[in-house]
């Protein structure tokens, strides 16, 4: 089974503030990796799939790289509606989520 | 706007069944692969088990293998799971989605049921 990895679990950020989540792989997963924003009571959102391609109406500021086992997703500056919780999720291999990232307001 | 609504959830009994419905509505629901996910409170994401648009490829997760089983009726744009031999640890949010055209992440999420097991 590939097991998935986030970090950190927490992050406290600012409006404005550049943010970066990582994602390790435990095998090789090429770039079949998507990353899902879910606010509390709410379903999981596709925002970006084979690592770095931006699901359509996802907001710029989002960004995913990596190939291979390591991973991030970026926001580039935080907004009021990205506090949330983030999941990665690979595919190459059945699916499996990571532990997620609550992203929260400092 | 697609649209995946789950229904069929609710409290049962440790070793008890149940079974969910996800309704598709405006996507050619025969024509994408389709799967479970389910939290448990407070906890993170789970897959528990894909089937293909036609039926002929089914996974399940370690965890639900032998006694979960999914299913679809293309005709009636429905998703099911059956749940049999119900655990404790099976509480969750129960969310149908459905895989991308082109990979299989999961584009599109129900809103979820709660499935409660516990006597």
């Known amino acids: 089974d590939i097991q998935m990895t986030q970090s950190p679990s927490t992050l406290s950020a600012s409006v404005g503030d550049r943010v970066t989540i990582t994602c390790r792989a435990s095998?090789?997963?090429?770039?079949?990796l998507a990353w899902y924003q879910q606010k509390p009571g709410k379903a999981p959102k596709l925002l970006i799939s084979?690592?770095?391609t931006l699901e359509s109406g996802v907001p710029s500021r989002f960004s995913g790289s990596g190939s291979g086992t390591e991973f991030t997703l970026t926001i580039s500056s935080l907004q009021p509606d990205d506090f949330a919780t983030y999941y990665c999720?690979?595919?190459?291999?059945?699916?499996?989520f990571g532990q997620g990232t609550q992203v929260e307001i400092k | 706007e697609v649209q995946l609504v789950e229904s069929g959830g609710g409290l049962v009994q440790p070793g008890g069944s149940l079974r969910l419905s996800c309704a598709a509505s405006?996507?050619?629901?025969?024509?994408?692969?389709m799967n479970w996910v389910r939290q448990a409170p407070g906890k993170g994401l789970e897959w528990v088990s894909y089937?293909?648009?036609?039926?002929?490829?089914?996974y399940y997760a370690d965890s639900v293998k032998g006694r979960f089983t999914i299913s679809r009726d293309n005709a009636k744009n429905s998703l099911y799971l059956q749940m049999n031999s119900l655990r404790d640890e099976d509480t969750a949010v129960y969310y149908c989605?459905?895989?991308?055209?082109?990979?299989?992440?999961?584009?599109?999420w129900g809103q979820g049921t709660l499935v409660t097991v516990s006597s």
């Open positions: 989605a459905s895989e991308r055209g082109n990979d299989y992440s999961f584009q599109h």
């Open positions: 405006e996507f050619t629901f025969s024509s994408y692969n």
């Open positions: 089937i293909s648009s036609s039926s002929s490829t089914i």
């Open positions: 095998q090789s997963i090429s770039y079949w």
């Open positions: 084979k690592a770095s």
């Open positions: 999720q690979q595919y190459n291999n059945y699916w499996t």
